[in-house]
């Protein structure tokens, strides 16, 4: 039951799906059943595997708790398909698994999967980038070995290396190196957001993550350059931006009740109708915004989304996302403050019978974010794990790292001189510093993120309380509805009818007690 790290590396979805595949067959408990009037051995229930499924994946570093009980279920239906498991006649494929007293079994075949063999072009290509970088920025020692401190430093031996080098070069070809092309101003780009990317996820080498002809150069500057005062991506071709009708409805719903472009709903229903057709714009795009070519790397990062590796996995992320098309990032971008937003609002009408907002949007929008060009069966988990951290963290991920634009400029300027200033100063900016504390228990996690949502609430209702530019009907009104919703976070703001009476300037209505006249008691004479 307990979690296993599955380290960085190609095919890593193909590796927890052994994993989990593995471990289900090891745990899950087999006994006898009857079922019309038969006995059946070593068999389970559906209901059965769907507890003891649903509490793995919940104690799992690799999934984590936000797993819910439906994505469970949908996993076990992925288990009949890929015949991991068999009702009790034999039957898998094309079967299907609910919630119920519906009897399988554990068929003889071994249900692991065999990572496909990795490319050989890949290899060439990765090769071929370490040569070129060597012979362009002299920098060996950099480009296959991971520095032991989380900053980004050279060391004096190092420096002093490169120093040698450079004015061996510069005497040889000085002419060369004062003048740069575009291309070699792109391959600087490509070099230093991979060695940053290599340090902060701490591997030996970025050839098992990505291919570095995967890093286009030309998306990262634009993405670094090209934004509005709120961080997000301004297209210079309109043609590759979402549509106008689709920016209106996602700013219809982040906006809820008010909003710029569009008249208040006039029939019930409005904003579920507004909210489908946002979906189905995004469903119906042609790949994921983090686009099939990038998923081994963000499945590979998922490992970091552990509390203790939260800031680590921050930053990955948030340089993963600036290698993303410029209209992809931008939509990503938008879809991310747009669903962040509904997910906060205690004003938002339910938009689903029998899910919450937040399960919703992960449930409706992950597959259009992170998604397989092959069909993979663990993609609705993962995706689902990488929506949710989005959505608590794109303001960090999605901006512009200041420390990477600073590192490039450091760098051209090197490359220009010839030659390097002060023998000690390091080539790069350093990275942020990194902070590792104890590891926590997944009870102690779940206790701490109770308490966070609970302060956020709190502060909303202290919003609430101090609008002045609310009118007092208004207010009235979604003080109650807050109550409705979350009681004892009220109750803990007004604990007394005075004090809730305090706030509108009333009296509070107290009843009198009233005056009970006890009947004398006659004793009998007798």
Known sequence: MESRGVPPGPYRATKLWNEVTTSFRAGMPLRKHRQHFKKYGNCFTAGEAVDWL?????????????????QT???????????????????WGSENVDDNNQLFRFPAASPLKTPPRRHPELRKNIENFSKDKDSIFKLRNLSRRTPKKHGLHLSQENAEKIKHEIIKEDQENAADNRELSQENVEEVWRYVILIYLQTILGVPSLEEVINPKQVIPQYIMYNMANTSKHGVVILQNKSDDLPHWVLSAMKCLANWPRSNDMNNPTYVGFERDVFRTIADYFLDLPEPLLT???????????????????????DALQLCCLLLPPPNRRKLQLLMRMISRMSQNVDMPKLHDTMGTRSLMIHTFSRCVLCCAEEVDLDELLAGRLVSFLMDHHQEI??????????????????KKGHIENPGDGLFAPLPTYSYCKQISAQEFDEQKVSTSQ?????????????????????????????????????????????????????????????????????SLR
């Open 455 to 523: 302060a956020a609430i709190a502060e909303l209702l202290e919003n609430i309380i101090k609008n002045r530019s609310l009118p007092l009907k208004e207010k009235r009104k979604k003080l109650k509805q807050f109550q409705k919703e979350y009681p004892l976070i009220y109750q803990k703001r007004f604990p007394t009818t005075e004090s809730e009476a305090a706030l509108f300037g009333d009296k509070p209505t107290i009843k009198q007690p009233m005056l009970i006249l006890r009947k004398p008691k006659f004793r």
């Open 292 to 314: 099939f070519e990038y998923y081994e790397l963000f499945v590979n990062i998922l490992g970091l989304l552990q509390p203790h590796l939260e800031r680590v996995a921050i």
């Open 54 to 70: 649903y509490d793995l994946l919940r104690n799992n570093s690799n999934f984590g708790p936000e797993v819910t009980r439906q």
């Open 73 to 91: 279920i949908q996993l076990l239906r992925k288990f009949l398909k890929n015949h991991v498991i068999e009702d009790i006649k034999g039957r």
């Open 398 to 415: 999605l901006q512009v790292p200041s420390y990477l634009q600073t590192a490039v400029e450091k760098h051209l300027d090197y490359l």
